[in-house]
């Protein structure tokens, strides 16, 4: 992966997460990235995991490099997110922690709380995540492998 201009977002969230996410899709559409938006498309209730597997299904595919997921706590799309092979979703609300979690884990959903934090912050841990790269140091590397050993490992079973 190249800039984070060159990749493709695939951005998702519930009806507590709409606010947010739409500020968010807006801010990045300005900036002309590339946005995939999988929903919610308004305030109506609706339920997370719906959001978290359209996104993840959207990286799996080929047809986002990366993700963005924003819930009422970020707690339940970060969840069901890590339940989708190949996808490894953080929640952070700290620019140090979107940044690392691409730099060491490979991280490639960013979840987000809109009812934790505003969207000056979340633009700023987005920013972070979105400039990212993974670093495969050697201890990186070999964490991340086991990370996706055992992500097989339950897969068979």
Not at 29 to 39: A, E, V
Not at 93 to 117: F, K, P, T
Not at 130 to 155: D, G, Q, V
Request: hydrophobic fraction near 40%.
């Amino acid at each position: 992966m190249s800039n984070a201009s060159s990749l493709i977002y695939a951005i998702g969230g519930d009806h507590a997460g709409f606010p947010l996410k739409s500020v968010v899709t807006q801010t990045l559409t300005d900036q002309h990235l590339q946005i995939i938006d999988c929903g919610a498309h308004d305030e109506t209730s609706s339920d997370f995991p719906d959001f978290a597997l359209a996104v993840g299904e959207a990286i799996r595919s080929g047809k986002a490099n990366r993700g963005i997921l924003v819930c009422g706590s970020g707690v339940g799309v970060s969840v069901a997110a890590n339940k989708i092979p190949g996808i490894r979703a953080a929640l952070c609300h700290d620019s140090y922690s979107a940044r690392q979690g691409v730099e060491h884990d490979d991280m490639n959903v960013l979840c987000i709380g809109a009812r934790i934090i505003g969207p000056e912050l979340a633009m700023e841990c987005i920013r972070a995540f979105m400039n990212a790269r993974y670093t495969p140091s050697e201890r990186h590397a070999r964490r991340l492998a086991k990370l996706l050993e055992i992500e097989k490992r339950f897969m068979k079973a």
